[in-house]
């Protein structure tokens, strides 16, 4: 089945403790991206990746990091978390090309930073 | 980046058509226009892309006008299970430059 999966679903954590949110997709697509989801300020893309080793900042980059380095993995991570990065996180891949380039997105990730 | 307007919240009862109007005024040539669907708690689900004229698929409509400056999401005959925030993503295809998701036009369908 194709999909994209993410872990952990759910992570409740405290100030400063780092941590990785795991992304993986199964379809061989070139673009995978991260977007945190606010209660009033819909999807904001944090980073995307256009292939492997190669990633770019979105709208909303600053306290994350991202690691392209195999082509269906995406892993984000926070070095230093604070309870700002409190949010729904979507990880989402899709192909590149005119009129293909339908994203796929993963379950999402709830954290709490407390 | 191409900024999106949507409307924040659409009512309507099932059975009748939808439009959700989005706004675009300096989408670029390399853009298409998507549309998803999300319920509470769950990632978008991609419902139909476009770059111009008119696309039709099994759940909808897109119109895109000749300056691209608009679009407009049509979702014939609404049932309570349409009930969803819908987001216009107008983005480059090439994969070169961030996607910016609009707020969102929250749907409630009515019996």
């Known amino acids: 089945e194709a999909q994209v999966t993410q872990n952990p679903r759910y992570l409740i954590t405290v100030t400063g403790k780092k941590l990785t949110v795991t992304c993986s997709q199964n379809?061989?697509?070139?673009?995978m991206s991260w977007y945190r989801q606010d209660p009033g300020l819909g999807l904001r893309q944090i980073y995307y990746?256009?292939?492997?080793?190669?990633?770019d900042k979105g709208d909303v980059p600053e306290g994350y990091k991202v690691s392209r380095k195999e082509k269906r993995n995406f892993p984000l991570i926070l070095e230093s978390p604070s309870p700002n990065q409190t949010s729904l996180y979507f990880c989402?891949?899709?192909?590149?090309?005119?009129?293909?380039?339908?994203?796929?997105f993963g379950p999402g990730t709830r954290l709490t930073v407390l | 980046l191409a900024k999106t307007t949507q409307p924040i919240s659409m009512d309507s009862y099932e059975g009748q058509e939808v439009n959700i109007t989005c706004s675009h005024n300096?989408?670029?040539?390399?853009?298409?226009i998507t549309w998803y669907q999300q319920f509470p708690s769950q990632g978008p689900r991609f419902i139909i892309q476009?770059?111009?004229t008119k696309v039709t698929n099994e759940v909808a409509s897109l119109f895109i006008p000749a300056d691209r400056k608009s679009s407009t999401l049509s979702l014939p005959r609404v049932s309570l299970s349409d009930t969803a925030v819908y987001y216009c993503?107008?983005?480059?295809?090439?994969?070169?430059?961030?996607?910016?998701f609009g707020s969102g036009t929250r749907l409630q369908v009515q019996p």
């Open positions: 989402a891949s899709s192909s590149l090309g005119a009129g293909d380039n339908e994203q796929f």
């Open positions: 993503l107008v983005g480059d295809y090439t994969g070169r430059r961030a996607l910016t």
């Open positions: 476009g770059y111009k």
């Open positions: 990746s256009m292939n492997v080793e190669v990633t």
């Open positions: 300096n989408i670029a040539t390399n853009d298409y």
């Open positions: 379809m061989n697509h070139e673009y």
